[in-house]
């Protein structure tokens, strides 16, 4: 359902996750991912455990439909580990979760910490086999003497039960931090990239790996740039893209060479002299990047803002959204809390026709491409197309209505409807959200709690 300006209208479905304000460091979620139909939504937390959601048959039979999603199954994907030759503890947090598509009844995941990654197996068992010559029905061995005559072992159901058990464990391949994991739309091998090396894998193998990007240099005094996020195009299984903290994306072709180390195509926006500042270079570094469903186009985002390319265009970007510009007066003060520093993720619809992306005070903002508007003050909410929402308690005692849109000033006067950029929570940061692949469902993770959105159909 279409509000004012043709703009999606958005209502609160669901929130997972306790909204007590006493929250542990491991319920912290890390990601966030929709499998590639939409009917599994999966998460990771600092405590290295994956949940798995699964989306209510009732609520897609209703109308209008609703986006309400069950626990279907939770699991330790990773442990606390040290590494004695570095004296190095490794944390359990997942990084990135990443779904295979689906090939027979079983589900398929990748789920990675900062160094080693998991091929993980979700499958459904509602029956059991039971009469076993052998052993008893609890499983004890029989005793040969007393078996006097052969059974045939019957298939009988059961209670459904949802197991996840680890098909692969691909380690010992990265010395710095894993920051992305990408499928190939081969389906056969993905990609992992840390600080300076990018790894192609084959699903299959897990004690060898080729290294096709290395930026390292032979001083380490000389490094002046390190790999931020990388992705595989969606359907080009030769093609991929990685970004840098000096706010550059390389597309490289795995034809050309076995070491990708010459890029094929270089995207980055020329700076403005006038405008450089001391904090210039932090703010530009990409946290993420993401390829539209369609291939044609990507998406970075740096501290400030989002940018939209076109593959067949390096030179500049052909669409730029500011995400929080407000903050640009703010940047000392977060520096210095390190607020500066953090990792905002985006993510596409559907469509290709919207984007989304995560702001402080738990704020996210929604981007309508193609409608142009009068900019706000601060590129705060105020454009037409652009929306700035909130993820809260507010907003979970609401279901089903929609959403109230935020406005943030950028200076101390503001209007009755506004929040000053001067009370805005830095601690309450929306790093990561996902848009369901083919309808208007988006989650958000705020802190523990996972927030679940859908357009008011």
């Known amino acids: 359902m279409a509000g004012n300006g043709g703009e999606t209208t958005w209502c609160f479905s669901q929130v997972k996750g306790t909204l007590e304000d006493d929250v542990t460091e491991a319920d912290l979620i890390s990601c966030v991912e929709f499998n590639h139909d939409g009917e599994l939504l999966a998460t990771g937390d600092k405590g290295g455990r994956v949940v798995i959601f699964q989306r209510d048959p009732a609520s897609k039979q209703c109308v209008p439909k609703k986006g309400e999603y069950n626990v279907y199954s939770t699991f330790q994907s990773h442990e606390p580990e040290f590494d004695y030759l570095k004296s190095l503890e490794i944390e359990e947090k997942i990084n990135k979760i990443r779904w295979l598509k689906r090939k027979n009844q079983a589900h398929f995941l990748l789920s990675t910490n900062d160094k080693t990654i998991k091929l993980w197996k979700v499958s459904e068992r509602d029956k059991r086999v039971t009469g076993y010559n052998t052993r008893e029905e609890g499983g004890r061995p029989r005793d040969p003497a007393r078996i006097t005559q052969l ?272 009370c805005l929570d830095f601690n309450k940061k929306i790093l990561h959200t996902a848009w369901h692949p083919h309808e208007s469902i988006i989650a958000v993770a705020a802190t523990n709690n996972l927030f679940i959105f859908q357009d008011k159909f």
Not at 242 to 270: V, W
Not at 360 to 385: H, I, L, P, Q, T
Not at 391 to 401: D, L, T
């Open 151 to 422: 059974r045939v072992p019957t298939v009988r159901p059961a209670e459904l039960m949802v197991e996840a058990s680890p098909r692969r464990i691909f380690a010992n391949a990265h010395t710095y931090h894993i920051n992305s994991i990408s499928l190939n739309s081969d389906q056969e091998t993905y990609l992992s990239a840390d600080d300076l090396r990018i790894n192609l894998w084959h699903l299959e193998i897990t004690d060898q790996s080729f290294n096709i990007v290395d930026i390292k240099p032979a001083n380490m005094e000389e490094l002046t740039e390190v790999i931020t996020a990388a992705e595989f195009h969606p359907t080009e299984c030769n093609l991929f893209v990685y970004s840098s903290s000096k706010g550059t994306i390389r597309l490289c072709d795995m034809r050309a060479a076995a070491l990708c180390d010459r890029h094929a195509k270089l995207f980055e926006e020329p700076e403005d002299p006038h405008a450089r500042s001391f904090f210039s270079e932090i703010i530009s570094s990409i946290s993420d990047v993401k390829l539209s469903n369609s291939g044609r186009y990507m998406m970075s985002r740096d501290y400030l803002g989002l940018k939209v390319w076109d593959l067949r265009m390096e030179t500049k970007p052909v669409e730029t959204y500011p995400v929080h510009e407000y903050l640009r007066s703010k940047l000392c003060s977060l520096y210095e809390n390190d607020c500066i520093f953090d990792k905002f993720e985006c993510c596409w619809s559907g469509d290709d026709q919207r984007l989304m992306t995560g702001s402080y005070n738990g704020f996210f903002r929604v981007f309508e491409r193609g409608v142009v508007g009068a900019a706000g003050a601060g590129g705060a909410g105020g454009r037409r197309g652009e929306l700035t929402l909130e993820a809260s308690r507010e907003a979970a005692a609401r279901p089903r209505q929609p959403l109230r849109a935020r406005r943030v000033a950028a200076t101390a006067k503001r209007k009755k409807d506004e929040i000053s950029v001067d």
